[in-house]
Nanobody, 128 residues
Framework: QVRLVESGGGLVQAGGSLRLSCAVS????????MGWFRQAPGKEREFVAA???????DYADSVKGRFTISRDNAEKSVALQMNSLNAEDTAVYYC??????????????????????WGQGTQVTVSS
């Protein structure tokens, strides 16, 4: 049974930083691309960042230069370092696992439909 568990969310002032982690259990992380999405109240879930099995990266325009996704296959975890946070970053953040094993590219990982397993989410609130 594959399980994804996010942690690291919380309340932070605008301009501050947070580091989210996603712990993966039940399968080998190294064979799958991973992504982070977020959903603010009243809005649809949106893509934040993705990392392929070979370390190719993709980011939403709104977070480029501020957020960094990384993975540690040995620790079976994926992280999202978030800097220069602003109120528009307030949302529940979810990590997700690619439904395709050994996918080479990263472009398709911007779509929620490319994922089969999701975590329960962690709340990030940025006060202005």
């Amino acid at each position: 049974q594959v399980r994804l568990v996010e942690s690291g969310g919380g309340l932070v002032q605008a301009g501050g930083s947070l580091r989210l982690s996603c712990a993966v259990s039940g399968d080998t992380l190294s064979n799958y691309g991973m992504g982070w999405f977020r959903q603010a109240p009243g809005k649809e879930r949106e893509f934040v960042a993705a990392i392929s099995i070979y370390g190719y990266l993709d980011y939403a325009d709104s977070v480029k230069g501020r957020f960094t996704i990384s993975r540690d296959n040995a620790e079976k975890s994926v992280a999202l370092q978030m800097n220069s946070l602003n109120a528009e970053d307030t949302a529940v953040y979810y990590c997700a696992r690619d439904l395709v094993q050994l996918r080479v590219g990263v472009r398709d990982l911007a779509q929620p439909a490319s994922y089969d397993y999701w975590g329960q989410g962690t709340q990030v609130t940025v006060s202005s």
